[in-house]
T-cell receptor, first 114, second 110 residues
Framework: NAGVTQTPKFQVLKTGQSMTLQCAQDMNHNSMYWYRQDPGMGLRLIYYSASEGTTDKGEVPNGYNVSRLNKREFSLRLESAAPSQTSVYFC?????????????FGAGTRLSVL | QKEVEQDPGPLSVPEGAIVSLNCTYSNSAFQYFMWYRQYSRKGPELLMYTYSSGNKEDGRFTAQVDKSSKYISLFIRDSQPSDSATYLCAITDSWGKLQFGAGTQVVVTP
């Protein structure tokens, strides 16, 4: 019963390097989300995908791009990493039509940009 | 000003004590109110949700919502060391977006 799986779990980048964070869910959910979590800031939405084929910006999208590859997978790309992007990144998913918006989270990717 | 405010703590209590956590919110259009629990180096997991004013109990946990004051609370009775975690309040707005509080770190000491 995997739920939401994120890879990698840890990553260290140098400023200017690029990388893609991967996320996959096996719950047949329509909606998927990318958040970052910083001390004292809580969870902030970067991008989301309400359904396969659609993506929208969240609260803090600058410096990131996303791809909804299929219903299961939603990736987050950092084209040119900056130290301000050092954070813990969480992927989440939600069943379509759920008005309560209960989201299920992965274990996170801890990213350090030097 | 954030739409959902939560004291980050840390909140340290002895085992067996009642833990009281609170959030305030500014938007009266918020509809669903949730509490997530996050253990260290893990993702948040849903603990409880409610959509109306009043209390909802689940074992040792009670969620309370006061819409007139825009105030939500979570109480943990008979706290255990295994309750040590960060607790995040989360509220769904009328557009279906989830707004999180900053999270309160709770430490229950044996």
């Amino acid at each position: 019963n995997a739920g939401v799986t994120q890879t990698p779990k840890f990553q260290v980048l140098k400023t200017g390097q690029s990388m893609t964070l991967q996320c996959a869910q096996d719950m047949n959910h329509n909606s998927m989300y990318w958040y970052r979590q910083d001390p004292g800031m809580g969870l902030r939405l970067i991008y989301y995908s309400a359904s396969e084929g659609t993506t929208d910006k969240g609260e803090v999208p600058n410096g990131y791009n996303v791809s909804r590859l299929n219903k299961r997978e939603f990736s987050l790309r950092l084209e040119s990493a900056a130290p301000s992007q050092t954070s813990v990144y969480f992927c989440a998913s939600k069943s379509g039509g759920d008005l309560k918006n209960i989201q299920y989270f992965g274990a996170g990717t801890r990213l350090s940009v030097l | 000003q954030k739409e959902v405010e939560q004291d980050p703590g840390p909140l340290s209590v002895p085992e067996g004590a009642i833990v009281s956590l609170n959030c305030t919110y500014s938007n009266s259009a918020f509809q669903y109110f949730m509490w997530y629990r996050q253990y260290s180096r893990k993702g948040p997991e849903l603990l409880m949700y409610t959509y109306s004013s009043g209390n909802k109990e689940d074992g040792r946990f009670t969620a309370q919502v006061d819409k007139s004051s825009k105030y939500i609370s979570l109480f943990i009775r008979d706290s255990q060391p295994s309750d040590s975690a960060t607790y995040l309040c989360a509220i769904t707005d009328s557009w279906g977006k989830l707004q999180f509080g900053a999270g309160t770190q709770v430490v229950v000491t044996p």
